[in-house]
Structure formats: structure tokens, C-alpha cells
């Protein structure tokens, strides 16, 4: 019932620019902490910058100063402002949040995008 759908992906120049965005959407009755994380092809998914309900924010270091991760909670959508691209950016960007469904649960989930390619190339 937990849906979470991502946008924003494409193809950029090195240097260039994209936001990224993810709605959660069907049964939440808490929105914990909601997260980027990416795969190239041949590497392990790795972390790219995660933000709790509070708005603390994490990157890894390969992004810091150049990425910027928010979130609106009206609306369940995280975002991710990627700046100055750069080719070793280029995989597939999966959105992934925490999430409890129910106020009765006494437990919460993880859940997975589908993902949305980025490519930086000339």
C-alpha cells in the first residue's frame, strides 16, 4: 500500500544540474527518515544523503558541497539538488524511507523506489 515514486532524472552535462524528487503516497502514519541512495552498474548501492523528520541531513563525503537533500512533509516528498555533476555521478538513484503505516503498529518498514536514472556526459 506504501509507494514511493521518483522524478527528475535524465541526461546532463558535467557541471550541470538536476533535482530529483520522491513522493511517498498510500497508508503513513509516520514518515521517518527518507534517503537517496544510488547504484552504478558493476558497483554496490551506496548512500547518498539522507534526512530525518527533524530536517538533520547526512551525505557522503563524494557529494557534500554539491548535493543538497530536503524534504516537504506536507507533501511526503523528499528532494535531491544535485550540483556541478560530474560523470562518476552517473547510476540509477533510488529514493528509500522509513515508514510506519499505522498508529497502532508498533513497528515501521523500509521502501524502495523504482529508481531514476541519471547520466552526466558530454
Known amino acids: 500500500q506504501v509507494q514511493l515514486v521518483e522524478t527528475g532524472g535524465g541526461l546532463v552535462q558535467p557541471g550541470g544540474s538536476l533535482r530529483l524528487s520522491c513522493s511517498a503516497s498510500g497508508s503513513i502514519f509516520s514518515l521517518n527518515v527518507m534517503g537517496w541512495y544510488r547504484q552504478a552498474p558493476g558497483k554496490e548501492r551506496e548512500l547518498v544523503a539522507n534526512i530525518n523528520s527533524g530536517g538533520i541531513t547526512n551525505y557522503a563525503d563524494s557529494v557534500k558541497g554539491r548535493f543538497t537533500i530536503s524534504r516537504d512533509n506536507a507533501k511526503n516528498t523528499v528532494y535531491l539538488q544535485m550540483n556541478s555533476l560530474k560523470p562518476e555521478d552517473t547510476a540509477v538513484y533510488y529514493c528509500?524511507?522509513?515508514?510506519?503505516?499505522?498508529?497502532?503498529?508498533?513497528?515501521?518498514?523500509?521502501?524502495w523506489g523504482k529508481g531514476t536514472l541519471v547520466t552526466v556526459s558530454p
Open positions: 528509500n524511507a522509513n515508514i510506519q503505516k499505522y498508529y497502532f503498529s508498533g513497528g515501521t518498514e523500509y521502501y
